[in-house]
């Protein structure tokens, strides 16, 4: 039998053993642990362990996406992207930067100036920071650069995307431009994409490509590169392609966007055609225009002064940001406002005796004799200001303001282009506030047929007319899809206008072309399952006075071209079955019936057939000035073929 003190020793002994054995195991584990670490650092990072032993290190570059590309609603591509050879250098890498831009000037051709400034932006940018040395280089220079770059350190070529608008003049102004990140824009966002930092990378100036930015941009890659001691880059770790924008189809049609323009050229105007069923807009276009693709390679300072300094204003974007008094195109609104109010019925009439008084001035009609009795109809084909003076005085301007704004006009739509104008129609209050003053007889009198405070844009006109064709509250639309998901609008309410008023007006309009008395009547469309209904207007830039009055009013073509009226035409067809609506304005054309119809009814012509106008459209007097007129015209090749897109539907 054991003692006790025998089974203390036995179970101490026990213990010791355990502890032994449990403390062997974590040291194996331990050792192994170890071993397959030294096994990684040995065979699977040696290279990486080498380059650090060398002196070497890691950067990490970002790559920029391929930027989302747009389309025309048909698949044309309207903004895509070229291969762009450039060259940077980081300040940090190269040392002497001096010397490094002397070997690269004996490279390729680098003037004294573009040193200065590559000097500048090295000395201004974060010692990390890439600056660019040149871009846009011929294969010959850029395969000099890779060449040699072994020799340069700090510099790397590099293969980017630059944008490209191939059908440049027919989109500026809708599509805008992109341009490299400036200061100012860094400077408008509270936490910049690191993308931005990218030397001379493109965001969008204007138009849709500003408005679209963040869709169009897509997501930075990266790569891993090693750099040695020296600076110089020599070999790439790995590589993290970034995420490609998203590609836009608009709701532009470009054939019909290019017959626009080909329609307008050497005028100073604008026009917009929608789709009066569900707001889509397939034509937008201001003349002169001006190619993008200046602004995206820098454009010379001869080449901006000739934009500046033209009197037709190319730059500027006449369809969305001009605003002009809508002339007699405004007695849209004006016939409604007075239906709507009771202030007239449809066979009520008022006698125009060549003006209409309020206490003691004359406000004349266009017609000095006067058009005599006249109801709407009669009003609104003759274009009869006297009967707009009266029915409107009736019911006061803010009741007009009111159906203005529920026509469209006087208030801002929501379209990714640049500085959308949001209009014009004053009431009482507008003028007290803006002013000081009171509202008076008169500012009405004026405001009943578009002149006076009273402005709209092309825009606005088309949105107009395609409310009063359809009965809807028709809101314009650009966007078709992203990466071929179809965006989604809500579907258009009714005005809350009666039909049978809203009729009482389409069969003014129908009559401005087609009437006995039409004011467009040698604008017609013959016919019969394309007939046109629209409205004449033209807007006075200058004042006329009581003296010029009783001499004779001077005609516009004797007067210098920018005192000249703006002539307007508003319109839509099919009559039966309303599908396009089109608004146009001639800067100083004169007439709205003879500078505006006319080329207003060709575009329209042009959607409804979904090409060049045929000649059975119009009266057989003028088919051969016609078919002339089209012959002249440097058309897009209905061929022309289609960009792939890439979908992510």
């Not at 002397?102 to 573009?114: E, F, K, V």
């Not at 000099?144 to 510099?155: E, F, K």
């Not at 001006?290 to 009197?311: C, H, Q, S, W």
């Amino acid at each position: 039998m054991k003692t006790t003190s025998q089974i203390n020793s036995q179970a101490g002994r026990s213990s010791v053993t355990r502890r032994a054995l449990m403390l062997g195991a974590a040291q194996t584990a331990i050792v192994a642990v170890l071993g397959m670490r030294m096994r990684e650092m040995q065979l699977e990072h040696a290279d990486e362990y080498r380059m650090m032993a060398e002196g070497n290190s890691v950067k990490i570059r970002l790559i920029a996406p391929p930027r989302g590309l747009i389309y025309d609603r048909n698949g044309m591509l309207l903004a895509g992207n070229e291969q762009n050879y450039r060259v940077t250098i980081t300040r940090e890498d190269a040392g002497d930067t001096d010397k490094v831009l002397s070997d690269i000037r004996a490279l390729i051709p680098l003037s004294d100036a573009q040193i200065a400034d590559i000097q500048t932006e090295i000395r201004r940018q974060p010692p990390h920071a890439p600056v660019l040395v040149a871009e846009r280089l011929g294969w010959e220079e850029f395969s000099r650069i890779n060449v040699n770059t072994p020799a340069l350190p700090g510099v790397q070529p590099e293969v980017g995307l630059s944008r490209i608008y191939p059908h440049a003049y027919d989109f500026a102004h809708v599509m805008g431009y992109v341009g490299a990140v400036s200061d100012y824009d860094l400077g408008q966002i509270e936490n910049p994409d690191p993308l931005l930092r990218i030397p001379k990378f493109q965001i969008g100036k204007t138009g849709v490509e500003n408005k679209m930015e963040d869709a169009l941009r897509g997501k930075a890659g990266q790569r891993r590169v090693e750099v040695n001691a020296a600076g110089r880059e020599m070999r790439e770790i790995d590589r993290r392609e970034g995420e490609p924008g998203a590609n836009l189809q608009l709701t532009l049609d470009a054939r019909l966007q290019n017959f626009a323009h080909q329609r307008l050229k050497g005028e100073s105007a604008a026009t917009v055609v929608m789709d009066v069923t569900n707001g889509d807009i397939l034509a937008i276009a201001s003349d002169p225009s001006y190619d993008p693709n200046m602004f995206v390679r820098g454009i010379t300072v001869p080449e901006y002064k000739a934009l500046t300094e033209n009197d037709h204003r190319p730059l500027a974007d006449k369809t969305v940001q001009g605003l002009y008094p809508p002339g007699s195109t405004f007695k849209v609104v004006s016939a409604l406002a007075a239906l709507s109010n009771g202030a007239i019925g449809p066979d009520d009439t008022v006698y125009c005796p060549g003006y209409y008084e309020v206490a003691g001035r004359k406000f004349h009609c266009w017609k000095h004799s006067g058009h005599g009795r006249v109801n709407l109809q009669g009003a609104l084909e003759q274009s009869c200001d006297v009967f707009f003076y009266e029915v409107i005085s009736r019911i006061g301007v803010d009741k007009l303001a009111e159906m203005a704004h529920r026509m469209g006009v006087g208030v801002k739509h929501d379209l990714p282009m640049s500085a959308v104008a949001e209009g014009l129609v004053p009431t009482k209050d507008w003028k007290q506030q803006r002013y000081g003053k009171p509202w008076l007889i008169g500012d009405t009198v004026n405001a009943s047929i578009g002149q006076g405070y009273v402005l709209a844009s092309p825009l606005h006109l088309a949105v107009m007319t395609s409310r009063a064709a359809s009965g809807l509250a028709i809101q314009p639309r650009l966007i078709r899809s992203r990466d071929g998901v179809e965006e989604k609008y809500p579907s258009p309410k009714p005005l809350g206008i009666p039909n049978a008023m809203l009729e009482q007006v389409r069969r003014g309009m129908t009559a401005v072309v087609n009437g006995s008395h039409a004011t467009a009547g040698k604008s017609k469309i013959v016919r019969s399952d394309w007939k046109m209904a629209g409205k004449t207007g033209s807007a006075q830039v200058r004042n006329i006075s009581a003296a010029e009055r009783e001499r004779g009013v001077i005609a516009n073509s004797a007067l210098p071209w920018k005192y000249r009226d703006h002539g307007l035409f508003v319109c839509y067809a099919p009559v039966d079955n309303p599908k396009y609506a089109v608004s146009l304005i001639v800067e100083h054309g004169g007439g709205g019936a003879s500078a505006a119809a006319p080329i207003a009814r060709d575009i329209m012509l042009f959607a409804l057939a979904g090409g060049v106008p045929p000649m059975d459209a119009y009266p057989a007097d003028q088919r051969a000035e016609a078919k002339k007129r089209f012959d002249a015209l440097d058309l897009m090749d209905p061929d022309t073929p289609s960009g792939p897109g890439r979908s992510r539907a």
